[in-house]
């Protein structure tokens, strides 16, 4: 047995430090359906074990209600579980739920991303951000490929006519801070000259 010291609560995470200088970190929704005090004798194996075997409902719940913002990829949902501590084999069962029933896809994810991201990003940008997401490869490239070559055009025209008058017409600029949003070096010269009044966009 060991002894509370403290409990401090932020980001949705407990943490309970033992005076062993031990620490146990709980999502606040288990520390909630349990909680203890500084002073109170605790089993920190039990409480974990506790943690570990009572987290599903509470690890699902959050991850659906995660989902219901917007589509997410696979590495994004464990990552959101990970962060408020639950375990790792509630975080595996939860994945294996929400793909039994369709609730996430990688590709869906992607191919959203890809769409709405491509209003002010181009496909440079956008992949790394996939990457980041944990959608890398063919699936990445697949999603990537549905955003036609005019429509990236397009968008890096508008970008273009915003930042234009931002960098008060210096071309260099301009196109600099068009290949940082992820359009290609040649797609960024046509729309600068474009945002400049020297060609239309096409």
């Not at 004798?41 to 659906?64: M, Q, S, T």
């Not at 002010?120 to 980041?132: D, S, T, V």
Request: one cysteine or more; proline letters at 1%.
């Amino acid at each position: 047995m060991d002894v509370v010291a403290e409990v401090k609560r932020a980001g949705g995470v407990a943490t309970i430090r033992l005076q062993s200088g031990e620490e146990i970190k709980a999502p606040s929704a288990l520390y909630l359906e349990r909680r203890v005090r500084a002073g109170q004798a605790i089993d920190a194996d039990a409480y974990r074990a506790f943690i570990r075997d009572k987290g599903y409902p509470h690890a699902l719940k959050a991850a659906v209600d995660y989902l219901a913002l917007r589509e997410r990829s696979e590495k994004e949902i464990i990552q959101r579980l990970k962060r408020v501590h639950y375990h790792e084999m509630t975080i595996a069962r939860v994945m294996e739920t929400l793909a039994g029933h369709h609730l996430y896809s990688d590709e869906r994810f992607a191919e959203n991303w890809v769409h709405k991201r491509a209003k002010k990003y181009g496909k440079r940008r956008i992949a790394m951000e996939l990457a980041q997401k944990g959608v890398k490869g063919q699936m990445a490239q697949d999603a990537l490929n549905t955003l036609e070559t005019e429509d990236e055009l397009a968008a890096a025209c508008k970008q273009a006519e915003k930042i234009v008058r931002r960098v008060k017409g210096d071309r260099q600029k301009l196109v600099q801070a068009l290949v940082r949003r992820g359009y290609d070096w040649g797609m960024a010269q046509k729309a600068a000259r474009h945002a400049m009044g020297e060609e239309e966009c096409q």
